[in-house]
């Protein structure tokens, strides 16, 4: 099967700061990649899909890319609202694994 | 508006049998490909089993091939998941999430809010 890892698994960045999240895959999955933000408490929220297509209605600071193994989540300018988790996720055939997760808060 | 809605999760014993519901509204069920999802508290998302609109198709994470199966009602617009020889390391918050597509792989664009499962003696 093939293993999601992200990196880092916490981060701590200031309002306003560019921050960046990595995804890797064991094997090539080409863009078959979605993020997802789940807030204290709250529902996964898919933000991100085929790697780099915006979901509608969420905030253009978000951007994804990459393709085949690595891949990146970046938000541009980091907002109080941006506290979450973030997972990434494969999901051309099966298993549709998960990364561990990159918690994310305000310094 | 779409809604799923979960439910059956409960106390439970080891080695004892659950389960769990999701009712869907709001959008042509049968047509969708569905997803069972879980969180262990304080842990990540575990994705775990998924059926093709029609049924014909369901594949299972390791972790519960064998324990659990997915299945599913396009007359009553509901997914199930049984849960059977529950572990306490199934303890978690079970999700159900549709796949956003009617074609082929496509990520999880709704989610319900969730059904806690507890196994425990």
Redesign the interface.
């Known amino acids: 099967?093939i293993q999601m890892t992200q990196s880092p698994s916490s981060l701590s960045a200031s309002v306003g700061d560019r921050v960046t999240i990595t995804c890797r895959a064991s094997q090539g999955i080409s863009n078959?990649l979605?993020w997802?933000q789940?807030k204290p408490g709250k529902?996964?929220?898919?933000l991100i899909?085929a790697a780099s297509t915006l979901?509608s209605g969420v905030p253009s600071r978000f951007s994804g890319s990459g393709s085949g193994t690595d891949f990146t989540l970046t938000i541009s300018s980091l907002q109080p609202e941006d506290v979450a988790?973030y997972?990434c996720?494969k999901?051309?055939?099966?298993?549709?694994?998960?990364?561990?997760?990159t918690k994310v808060d305000i310094k | 508006e779409v809604q799923l809605v979960e439910s059956g999760g409960n106390l439970i014993q080891p080695g004892g049998s659950l389960r769990l519901s999701c009712a869907a509204s709001g959008f042509t069920f049968s047509s969708y490909s569905m997803?069972w999802?879980r969180q262990a508290p304080g842990k990540?998302?575990?994705?775990l089993s998924?059926i093709s609109s029609t049924g014909n198709t369901r594949?299972?994470?390791?972790s519960v091939k064998g324990r659990f199966t997915i299945s599913r009602d396009n007359v009553k617009n509901s997914l199930f998941l049984q849960m059977n020889s529950l572990r306490d390391e199934d303890t978690a918050v079970y999700?159900c999430a549709r796949d956003?597509s009617v074609v082929a792989?496509?990520?999880?664009?709704y989610?319900?809010?969730?059904t806690l499962v507890t196994v425990s003696s």
């Open positions: 099967d078959y979605a997802y789940q529902v996964p929220k898919l899909y979901r988790t997972y996720q999901y051309n055939g099966a298993p549709r694994t998960f990364g561990q997760g | 997803n999802v990540g998302l575990e994705w998924y594949y299972y994470a390791d999700y956003w792989d496509t990520p999880f664009d989610w319900g809010q969730g």
